[in-house]
């Protein structure tokens, strides 16, 4: 009797990156979760996701790269909001905050550069360096903020072409 195929999930692996970003669709949806679970357990949780987003912003309010894209520098309630979306993405395990419409309308107010988002993945990375954030969950982590910062640059360079303007590979305006 032939095995009955693993049904397919809704993609939350792309939650975790285990050994960098591979295909689970080999994995059960309870797999998925499960895996979901416990990297949330692995990397701390809540507390460790408020910790993370709030040494990330005081490292941003610093930055003279960074921290002009905001219009308003009330760094706690930015932390607050990016600890939220992590805590509902991972301990909700609720994949749809990750193309929540407010999100990506925060992301499409400018042109986000090649620099401005290595720069956010450096200070990101920063962060969880100064916390000394629990490996491998932090690698799993930034190989997801790689993609995610990569998703948001392209949101903001849609939205900036939709606009009519017109700039260079690197996002930076002719």
């Known amino acids: 009797m032939p095995s009955t195929p693993a049904p397919k999930h809704d993609g939350k692996v792309l939650l975790v990156a285990d050994q960098?970003?591979?295909?689970?669709?080999?994995?059960?949806?309870?797999?998925?979760?499960?895996?979901?679970?416990?990297?949330?357990?692995?990397?701390?949780?809540?507390n460790f996701f408020r910790a993370l987003a709030d040494r990330f912003y005081e490292l941003v309010s610093e930055d003279d790269l960074l921290a002009p894209l905001f219009p308003v520098a009330d760094w706690p309630r930015q932390a607050e909001r990016l600890a939220a979306h992590y805590i509902q993405l991972y301990g909700d395990n609720d994949l749809t905050a990750a193309w929540d419409p407010h999100l990506h309308q925060a992301h499409s107010h400018w042109l986000i550069t090649r620099e401005q988002r290595l720069r956010w993945l450096a200070?990101?990375?920063?962060?969880?360096?100064?916390?000394?954030?629990?490996?491998?969950?932090?690698?799993?982590?930034?190989?997801?903020?790689?993609?995610?910062?990569?998703?948001?640059?392209?949101?903001?360079?849609?939205?900036?072409?939709?606009?009519?303007?017109?700039?260079?590979w690197d996002g930076t305006e002719k």
Do not use: C, N
Not at 37 to 46: L, N
């Open 20 to 46: 960098g970003v591979r295909s689970a669709e080999h994995m059960s949806r309870a797999d998925v979760d499960q895996r979901v679970d416990d990297f949330y357990a692995g990397i701390g949780g809540e």
């Open 123 to 168: 200070l990101m990375k920063r962060a969880g360096e100064l916390m000394q954030a629990p490996e491998p969950h932090f690698s799993e982590f930034m190989t997801i903020m790689k993609i995610a910062s990569g998703e948001m640059m392209a949101v903001s360079r849609g939205a900036a072409i939709a606009r009519g303007k017109r700039f260079h």
